[in-house]
């Protein structure tokens, strides 16, 4: 069938576990944004933003059980929007 | 935690079409903010001092509780699409209202932010951001910008959800066809990775 899909998602426990480790990491991204002001670790919140997009993509949105397919694509749109970064940031940077 | 992957082949609950649709649409959204983050940015560059007395102005406390939302409500529905998996449709019933609630628990706080600014006297066009410098009339302008387009993106979130729940309840969807349902939890979910990063922006990193 042209539509069959073999998909797969994960339960109510891994849910439970990656929600409880979001939260944790929006106090510890909270926490370094009051602390944390000097070089590097001023960009650490961002870091921690990328960990917690990660998983809720991963897991929330399903991408780790999906298609090969639709990582392939979110991959490709994600690579798109790091190289306009790099070009914005090669133009800011060098005005 | 040990847990159990639930897997599907039958046609029509992971609709491959119709999801792939959903996340071309979600690429246009998300195409949407990043373009204002990359204006952000630029601006940030630009006037890193105004920007940061403009971020420690904004109230942190509220914006951490409403993070604390945003991911639950994502938890929520979440949880909905395994509960209308496993057939259990009271289950996805209540996480629906619980995501719908925290949706306006966040609207709700999210006013209370505002309002707070308003009364200072911070908003466009008010007469009192004149007083204050071009990087901080440039944040504010920004942040009125970015977190009202989110805050209408979270409420046709709601309203998509709400829709969802009456057809969970008169069993349009059901655990034999919910594509629809999760479609509309990617949407909700797309809404809570653009908030992380105007949290970020917005009032930790700035």
């Not at chain 2, 920007?51 to 939302?69: K, P």
């Given at each position: 069938?042209?539509?069959?899909?073999?998909?797969?998602?994960?339960?109510?426990?891994?849910?439970?576990?990656?929600?409880?480790?979001?939260?944790?990491?929006?106090?510890?991204?909270?926490?370094?944004?009051?602390?944390?002001?000097?070089?590097?670790?001023?960009?650490?919140?961002?870091?921690?933003?990328?960990?917690?997009?990660?998983?809720?993509?991963?897991?929330?949105?399903?991408?780790?059980?999906?298609?090969?397919?639709?990582?392939?694509?979110?991959?490709v749109?994600?690579?798109?929007?790091?190289?306009?970064?790099?070009?914005?940031?090669?133009?800011?940077?060098?005005? | 935690?040990r847990?159990?992957?639930?897997?599907?082949?039958?046609?029509g609950?992971?609709?491959?079409?119709?999801?792939?649709?959903m996340?071309?649409?979600?690429?246009?959204?998300?195409?949407?903010?990043v373009?204002?983050?990359?204006?952000?940015?630029?601006?940030r560059?630009?006037?890193?001092?105004?920007?940061?007395?403009?971020?420690?102005?904004?109230?942190?406390?509220?914006?951490?509780?409403?993070?604390?939302?945003?991911?639950?409500?994502?938890?929520?529905?979440a949880?909905?699409?395994?509960?209308?998996?496993?057939?259990?449709?009271?289950?996805?019933?209540?996480?629906?209202?619980?995501?719908?609630?925290?949706?306006?628990?966040?609207?709700?706080?999210?006013g209370?932010?505002?309002?707070?600014?308003?009364?200072?006297?911070i908003?466009?066009?008010?007469?009192?951001?004149?007083?204050?410098?071009?990087?901080?009339?440039?944040?504010?302008?920004?942040?009125?910008?970015?977190?009202?387009?989110?805050?209408?993106?979270?409420?046709?979130?709601?309203?998509?959800?709400?829709?969802?729940?009456?057809?969970?309840?008169?069993?349009?969807?059901?655990?034999?066809?919910?594509?629809?349902?999760?479609?509309?939890?990617?949407?909700?979910?797309?809404?809570?990775?653009?908030?992380?990063?105007?949290?970020?922006f917005?009032?930790?990193?700035?």
């Amino acid at each position: 069938m042209a539509n069959e899909t073999h998909n797969k998602t994960p339960g109510y426990g891994t849910f439970l576990v990656v929600w409880g480790t979001v939260l944790v990491l929006t106090i510890a991204a909270a926490a370094s944004g009051r602390l944390l002001n000097e070089g590097l670790w001023k960009s650490f919140p961002l870091f921690i933003a990328l960990v917690k997009t990660v998983l809720i993509a991963s897991f929330f949105m399903n991408l780790k059980y999906e298609r090969g397919f639709f990582r392939v694509m979110v991959f490709v749109v994600l690579g798109v929007i790091l190289i306009l970064g790099l070009f914005l940031y090669t133009d800011v940077g060098y005005r | 935690m040990r847990d159990t992957i639930l897997e599907d082949t039958e046609a029509g609950n992971g609709d491959t079409t119709s999801k792939f649709g959903m996340w071309l649409f979600l690429f246009t959204e998300l195409f949407l903010f990043v373009v204002l983050f990359f204006v952000f940015l630029s601006y940030r560059a630009s006037y890193p001092e105004g920007f940061h007395h403009a971020s420690i102005r904004l109230n942190g406390v509220i914006a951490t509780a409403n993070t604390f939302i945003l991911l639950t409500s994502s938890f929520a529905v979440a949880i909905s699409i395994v509960a209308i998996r496993k057939g259990h449709k009271r289950v996805t019933i209540w996480a629906l209202i619980v995501t719908i609630a925290l949706g306006v628990l966040f609207l709700v706080m999210k006013g209370f932010e505002w309002r707070e600014k308003i009364e200072h006297g911070i908003y466009p066009t008010a007469k009192g951001l004149s007083g204050l410098g071009e990087g901080e009339n440039l944040f504010y302008g920004l942040y009125y910008l970015m977190t009202g387009l989110h805050a209408l993106h979270v409420i046709g979130g709601i309203v998509l959800l709400f829709v969802m729940l009456c057809f969970v309840g008169n069993g349009r969807v059901s655990r034999g066809s919910y594509g629809a349902l999760e479609n509309s939890a990617l949407y909700w979910h797309l809404v809570d990775i653009i908030w992380i990063y105007l949290f970020s922006f917005f009032y930790l990193v700035s």
